[in-house]
């Protein structure tokens, strides 16, 4: 048995809590994950895993031996860059985290071009707007929008990031624009459920003023809010990465454009310096090469 591979099977399984889910992450066989498992418990003399109908779960054994494997895990793929860093080649797999709306927009591109560099580098992107424990789930890097990162992480700031209040030609021609910020109480509001879904602040010069909205419409996700905004759903506040095509293009129009909404910044975070791996700084560099001057 390949006791490497059957750690990572284990630590596959224990994290997503399916066989199914795990088999086609590792893009192996249900009956492969289910062996891997089998003779690792063999291997250890212990019951790893709880099965019931729904879930799988870990038993105290298991809860023991993920904290080994992970260690193990890591220190394998700690050897594999400490030994690529001798022929300059960067080798391994990257864990990266970001924003649906983010990965589709800039970041896909941006690691395609990453690994044409390094063609001995994997990268696996989780796209969720979900806030995940990076050690536990090891996230390697995370691609965050925010106004303040998490303090018990490294933040390099990567890009400014503006908001816009948009909304369909049709929308405005059926229910009017507003003239002012009070005025978005009486229309159709789509709210991010994460950021700023019941209150909205503006700035106009030395002015500042904020708006409570009552949304009917409401997402974890940017660009579903971006698509109910375009099929005519009311007004949103978008992050201009995603917007700007689209208000290019005339479908969507800005809304109270003398008024501004506060800016965020795009992060990179990160849970130690200590620990940075060679792939990680190298990644880290290149992306904040990339967007320095990203103007959206």
Not at 153 to 177: E, F, H, M, Q, W
């Amino acid at each position: 048995m390949d006791r490497l591979t059957a750690m990572k099977v284990f630590s596959e399984v224990a994290h997503s809590g399916s066989f199914s889910a795990s088999a086609e992450k590792l893009d192996m066989s249900r009956a492969m994950v289910t062996r891997y498992i089998a003779e690792l418990e063999q291997w250890l003399g212990a019951r790893l895993l709880q099965r019931t109908t729904r879930r799988v779960t870990l038993t105290d054994a298991g809860e023991n031996c993920l904290r080994r494997c992970q260690q193990m895990l890591a220190l394998m793929e700690n050897v594999e860059e400490e030994t690529a860093s001798h022929d300059g080649e960067l080798r391994g797999q990257l864990r990266l985290t970001s924003s649906m709306s983010f990965g589709h927009t800039h970041l896909a591109a941006a690691i395609s071009d990453f690994l044409a560099l390094h063609t001995q580098l994997k990268i696996d992107l989780n796209v969720s707007d979900s806030t995940v424990n990076l050690v536990e789930a090891r996230i390697d890097l995370a691609i965050r929008i925010s106004s303040e990162p998490d303090p018990m992480l490294i933040a390099r700031p990567l890009a400014r990031c503006d908001s816009v209040l948009v909304a369909s030609k049709g929308y405005l021609i059926t229910n009017g624009s507003p003239k002012e910020p009070e005025e978005l109480t009486q229309h159709k509001c789509l709210s991010y459920a994460n950021f700023g879904k019941s209150v909205w602040r503006f700035t106009r010069s030395d002015e500042q003023t904020q708006v409570g909205v009552s949304s009917r419409f409401s997402a974890n996700e940017a660009t579903v809010l971006l698509h109910a905004a375009l099929a005519g759903g009311g007004i949103a506040l978008q992050p201009t990465y995603l917007a700007n095509p689209y208000i290019e293009k005339g479908d969507l129009q800005i809304v109270l454009p003398e008024w501004q909404v506060p800016a965020m910044t795009i992060y990179a975070l990160y849970p130690s310096r200590r620990h940075l791996s060679p792939s990680v700084r190298a990644l880290l560099d290149f992306l904040v090469a990339r967007f320095a001057a990203q103007t959206w």
